[in-house]
């Protein structure tokens, strides 16, 4: 019978090995037919490589070989996994609530990654665990535990981030409102105002705002730029600000006053939120209370009169 520990040597040699017998033949020049490009590089160099500098010689670096091989093996490793786990309207809203826009392969390329790295974490852990004599059939299931793990963690991470972004795009709502409306009071622009508020300002909101006025620039406007980004972000509070804003551009209503409104109804609710986030601050609260200092409370008052009992006092 294979002692869990020789088995988890055996595994590892093998797959040192197994790597090593792989980069070796990364790095050998390869024996098949050139590419076409390779082909024809050197009867269009006037095109494409004008100085002679670039173009790739025959057999090539061994390393870059290794890099190629590496990169073009984790492309196509990417895009199955991108295919399997599929891309959804969720993520890509969550993607732009982030602030890293609606790239889904991208995110499962880092999603893969971490599943990777936490199913590496989870095979040294065996090989921990068989090495210290502590071997159980459970133990195999950790690779995939910690795959699952990864893959996970960084979808909560995502989630996470979105969530922070959208509370400081609320927070930062009354003051470009109020902001704006300034400058059209001062006798600026609409869009003028935008992009006035979008180059001096700083945080989240002004960002998207800097998005906006590169979309108005190349032709787009700036009705259908704002309410692409309230598409994109799907913040309640900025949607029903920025949709009166737009029926008072469409309408010609004054647009200074529907965004001082605008900007008390943000504070309404930002003081509406503030004050249920503290009644359930003030539930989670009683619960140390009620569950720790109330029986040490309790234990404290009658130890001693249990003591002096059994004492016979």
């Given at each position: 019978m294979i002692h869990p520990t020789e088995l988890a040597l055996a595994v590892l040699l093998g797959g040192a090995l197994g790597v090593g017998l792989w980069c070796i033949a990364a790095a050998l020049p390869s024996w098949r037919a050139p590419a076409l490009i390779h082909r024809l590089a050197p009867y269009i160099r006037d095109v494409t490589d004008p100085a002679g500098t670039t173009l790739p010689t025959v057999l090539g670096d061994p390393t870059e070989a290794l890099a190629g091989?590496?990169?073009s093996m984790w492309n196509r490793a990417q895009g199955r996994f991108a295919n399997l786990a599929g891309?959804?309207?969720a993520?890509?809203?969550?993607l732009a609530q982030a602030g890293r826009g609606g790239d889904v392969a991208t995110f499962r390329?880092?999603?893969l990654a971490w599943a990777i790295a936490g199913c590496g974490a989870g095979a040294a852990l065996v090989v921990v665990v068989a090495f210290a004599g502590r071997?159980?059939?459970p133990a195999v299931a950790l690779p995939l535990?910690?795959?699952?793990a990864g893959a996970v963690a960084r979808d909560v991470i995502l989630t996470?981030?979105?969530r922070a972004r959208i509370a400081r795009i609320e927070e930062e709502l009354p003051t470009v409102l109020e902001f704006l409306a300034l400058c059209l009071s001062a006798g600026e622009g609409v869009f003028g105002s935008v992009r006035r508020v979008a180059g001096v300002g700083t945080g989240e909101l002004t960002t998207e705002l800097r998005a906006v006025a590169v979309e108005v620039d190349t032709g787009s406007t700036l009705a259908d730029a704002l309410t692409a980004m309230t598409r994109r972000l799907q913040v309640p509070v900025l949607t029903r600000a920025i949709d009166h804003a737009v029926a008072a551009i469409d309408r010609g209503s004054p647009l200074a006053e529907t965004l001082q409104a605008q900007a008390a109804d943000a504070r309404e609710d930002a003081k509406r939120s503030l004050i249920e986030t503290a009644g359930r601050k003030e539930i989670l609260m009683m619960i140390p209370l009620v569950f720790g200092l109330l029986p040490l409370s309790v234990l404290f008052a009658i130890f001693p009169g249990i003591t002096m009992l059994r004492l016979g006092f």
């Open positions: 091989g590496l990169r891309g959804s309207d993520l890509e809203r969550r390329g880092q999603q071997f159980t059939a535990v910690g795959a699952i996470s981030r979105a």
